[in-house]
């Protein structure tokens, strides 16, 4: 059974940081891009980065450029999203998922399967 579990997630208080980690189990990440998603109370998910199979990385969400970091270990088959100088607005709920156009990232999160529990980001003071 293919699945994604999430981890990394906590209160850190504006301008801290956190690395989310997406363990991925039942099939090898290596072939597939993995996007990083997230879902503020009340809001729309929306993409935040897509990692392709060629390492080559998008970030979605202009207010995160800079700040957030996608990464891939094949060895351990888990994806990462190094979060720094976090701020109130990044407060959401972050999932991973695995692309269903195999080596491509996609803007669209019905592109996406796999989709994991979830980890919850508080940022606060």
């Known amino acids: 059974q293919s699945q994604f579990v999430e981890s990394g997630g906590g209160l850190v208080q504006p301008g801290g940081s956190l690395r989310l980690s997406c363990a991925a189990s039942?099939?090898?990440?290596?072939?597939?891009?993995i996007g990083w998603f997230r879902q503020a109370p009340g809001k729309e998910r929306e993409g935040v980065a897509c990692?392709?199979?060629?390492?080559?990385?998008?970030y979605n969400v202009d207010s995160v450029k800079g700040r957030f970091t996608i990464s891939r270990d094949n060895a351990k088959n888990t994806a990462y999203l190094q979060m720094n100088n976090l701020k109130p607005e990044d407060t959401a709920v972050y999932f991973c998922?695995?692309?269903?156009?195999?080596?491509?990232?996609?803007?669209?999160?019905?592109?996406?399967?796999?989709w994991g529990q979830g980890t919850r980001v508080t940022v606060s003071s």
């Open positions: 998922a695995r692309s269903t156009r195999s080596y491509d990232c996609s803007d669209s999160a019905d592109d996406y399967e796999f």
């Open positions: 039942g099939f090898y990440l290596g072939y597939h891009a």
């Open positions: 990692i392709d199979a060629r390492d080559s990385s998008t």
